[in-house]
């Protein structure tokens, strides 16, 4: 069992709140090498011989399994890539979790970018959880640029829980997903900026069988100066539903840019979008206030309730 030190243990705590251990599937990435690594009887990971990264191969017989791949990065001026490649065997039930969080003293940026592409076989239930989050006393920026490719068969459903909501100075997310005959994505969204940071999150989600359907709701809390993007585009091949729903809080000086995208190219595709944009609601911050909290106390119930 490898020794993991206090920044690191610190840092798991915020991007893998089912509790990293050491037990069944699992690999620790650090500083872009793997501190520790592990197999089950029906999870499988393997290194790439050619890039940096790892396979994982989850095997049909899997049902209920955790598999937890989280990165950390406490070095400064270090800018990691991976490439971790899933593969889900027909009929598997998987939850992954793969947060990455960066803790940064310095004053050199340091980043970085996980690409994950997910095979998805026939009938298959995956859950995908990444919390990003960023530390450290240093001013280096804290940069992540997660790009996730996901390629479901029929009959499948594919649920993408993501969150950022501390300490990440830049990020810019990109997200396909091609949708099969009766498959099912949903996707969670929720991000919260400050300062002068930025966050952008661009998707395209091609739903191109009969039958398939796509959830996305993205919520976020924009503060300060910092400027948040989000471009989710559904692109209906064939008889399908989807609805995109994009919810912002604007606090201070922030900026925030939403541009759902709807295409359809099917008679029978059927998709909605709505995106909202507003300040935090006066009657709820009053009502709070005559409770007995200070503002800062208000806004920050109001902000947990509608980031969950």
């Known amino acids: 069992m490898a020794e993991i030190d206090k920044v690191t243990q610190a840092i798991l705590k915020y991007i893998d709140e089912a509790g990293f251990k050491q037990e069944g599937a699992f690999n620790l ?37 955790e598999v937890h ?46 690409v994950h592409s997910f095979f998805i076989a026939k009938g ?9 989050y960023g530390a450290g006393e240093g001013d280096g920026a804290r940069i992540l640029n997660p790009v996730t490719k996901i390629v479901m068969d029929e009959n499948c459903v594919f649920t993408m829980d993501t969150t950022q909501i501390k300490g990440v100075d830049s990020t810019k997310r990109e997200t396909e997903v091609e949708i099969g005959a009766g498959s099912k994505l949903f996707v969670i ?3 919260m900026t400050h300062g002068d940071q930025l966050a952008e999150s661009n998707m395209e989600v091609r739903l191109n069988g ?44 922030a900026h925030v840019r939403s541009i759902p995208e709807i295409d359809a190219r099917h008679l029978d595709a059927a998709i909605i979008h709505e995106a909202a944009i507003g300040r935090i609601n ?18 920050s119930v109001i902000i947990e309730a509608f980031l969950n």
């Open 282 to 299: 006066d009657e709820q911050l009053i009502k709070l206030r005559t409770m007995g909290m200070k503002e800062e106390e208000a806004e």
């Open 29 to 65: 990435r650090h500083n872009g090498m793997s501190l520790c690594h592990g197999d089950s009887e029906h999870v499988k990971i393997v290194k790439k011989e050619d890039k940096p990264g790892i396979n994982i191969y989850i095997d049909g017989d899997t049902d209920g399994e």
């Open 189 to 191: 969204e929720k991000l």
């Open 124 to 132: 298959a239930n995956v859950t995908y959880k990444e919390n990003h």
């Open 69 to 114: 791949i989280p990165v950390v990065v406490d070095a400064t001026g270090f800018t990691d890539k991976v490439y971790n490649d899933f593969y889900i065997a027909e009929g598997a039930n998987v939850t992954i979790i793969a947060g990455c969080g960066i803790h940064n003293s310095g004053h050199v940026a340091s980043q970085h970018d996980g």
């Open 210 to 253: 009969e039958g398939s359907s796509a959830q996305i709701i993205s919520r976020s809390v924009a503060k300060e100066n910092s400027s948040q993007i989000f471009h989710p585009a559904a692109v209906g091949n064939a008889k399908c539903n989807a609805h995109i729903q994009c919810d912002s809080i604007i606090m201070d000086s």
